[in-house]
């Protein structure tokens, strides 16, 4: 098996291979490499986790061909009861990631490497090597009886192969491991061929022979699935290839700019304009800028309003009746622009995925909640009022106008 050093990555040339090859650089920044990612560091649960260690060698042998097995074939007499209880909670957690999260997290996991960890971490390294998408159905109502099922090929475990690419500079070809497996027709083919590769490259690194059941995933994971199945759509986009630096999309990117002046808001009608916060004129060409179409990185430190544009963003493009993705790495930063829209009565705008997004129940909750404030919202109309103001509004910009007019003699301007 080939182990070479990890190694710097050619430039790309062309629009896709730019975004390929930022692709899989954004999606490694997405891998968690910490404790909390059973990829790398699992850990046996109370019921959470079904260990098929002392199952019947000759069925578990059959289950790992791809053929269906009975749990009571596998396991019988007074432990069949306790793995029925763990493959009931596998199977539950698993439904629960997949309804919720949109991921196929149930997996079996064959062999657990370890390595020597970095001094003052505490977790013990445990990363599953192959793994194999698995399907667990109950064989009666009872639930006391399963029916396993391998539901896809054997692959190395890919986080495990990036933290040794990104953490100990070696590369594994994934290839070469599955390439074992099918010439010898043994699954701890690719487990034997990754010991004896890296047993020099890689610190106190050894594998355990272990064969689990459970849910493999990360909270990061459904980001970097996204970013890997839709490399063709982001090819396509230009806003994407430029991000990824395709000289081409940024040239393009920036003669398509819309000219948005700062003194738009003298001239943006009354009934058009939703501001639901007081905005200064910076943020206010911020505001106009992004309704007029334009790409924007917006910039600014503490204390500059970046909370009280992104509301007042929110309720502009609402009311024009445009839906709005919010997203931010912390809570804390939603929190301060759904204060800033609940202050002026615009709450029900907002349907908070980022907490209601643990349950069913509370998602539903969350609906009703936005569906109730927004179901019977009046239309607001006020012609007198905004005549008034766009009438006031012309005399200050004649006023302005005049007081910045160049005169003769003297070519000066009043001010």
């Known amino acids: 098996m080939t182990v070479t050093p990890h190694g710097s990555t050619a430039t790309p040339s062309g629009r896709g291979e730019a975004v390929l090859s930022a692709s899989k650089v954004w999606a490694s920044q997405l891998i968690d490499v910490g404790g909390r990612n059973t990829l790398l560091y699992y850990r046996d649960l109370r019921v959470g986790t ?19 097995v009975r749990l009571s074939k596998l ?55 192959l793994l194999a998408q698995a399907s667990l159905q109950a064989a009666s109502t009872l639930e006391n009886d399963f029916e396993l099922v391998l539901l896809d090929e054997w692959e190395p475990n890919p986080t495990l192969l990036h933290l040794l690419s990104s953490s100990f500079r070696v590369d594994v070809d994934a290839d070469e491991l599955i390439e074992a497996v099918e010439q010898t027709g043994r699954v701890d083919a690719a487990v034997e061929a990754l010991v004896a590769a890296l047993g020099a490259q890689v610190a106190g690194f050894g594998i ?72 200064d004129a910076s943020q206010n060409y911020v505001i106009n800028a992004a309704v007029g179409g334009s790409h924007l990185v917006v910039q600014g430190p503490p204390g500059t309003g970046k909370s009280q544009t992104i509301a007042n963003l929110i309720a502009t493009l609402s009311a024009r009746g445009k839906s709005v993705l919010f997203v931010a790495e912390k809570r804390a930063a939603i ?54 103001l766009e009438d006031r509004r012309a005399r200050l910009n004649r006023h302005v106008a005049a007081m910045h007019e160049v005169r003769a003699p003297w070519n000066v301007t009043r001010l």
Not at 50 to 68: E, H, I, N, R, S
Not at 89 to 110: D, P, Y
Request: aromatic share 4%; proline share 4%.
């Open 50 to 68: 079904l260990d098929l260690g002392d199952a019947d060698p000759a069925v578990l042998a059959q289950f790992l061909d791809g053929k269906t």
């Open 75 to 129: 396991f019988s007499g007074e432990r069949l009861s306790e793995v029925a209880r763990r493959a009931r909670t596998v199977a539950a957690k698993a439904k629960e990631n997949f309804e919720e999260r949109g991921l196929s997290t149930l997996s079996v996991a064959r062999g657990m490497a370890t390595w020597t960890a970095d001094t003052g971490s505490t977790s013990t390294p445990a990363a599953p090597v």
């Open 208 to 279: 355990v022979a272990r064969t689990v059941i459970g849910n493999f995933s990360y909270v990061k994971q459904p980001m970097v699935i996204d970013i890997e199945n839709a490399v063709d759509v982001m090819i396509e986009s230009d806003l994407i290839a430029a991000l990824a630096g395709d000289r081409e999309a940024v040239v393009g990117l920036r003669s398509a700019s819309i000219g948005v002046g700062v003194d738009e808001p003298d001239r943006i009608r009354p009934a058009d304009e939703f501001l639901a916060i007081d905005a």
């Open 335 to 388: 929190d301060a622009v759904l204060g800033r829209l609940a202050g002026v009565g615009l709450s029900d705008l907002v349907l908070d995925l980022h907490g209601a997004g643990a349950s069913r129940k509370k998602m539903a909750a969350e609906l009703r909640r936005v569906y109730d404030g927004t179901a019977n919202v009046p239309l607001v109309t006020r012609p007198a009022e905004d005549s008034r």
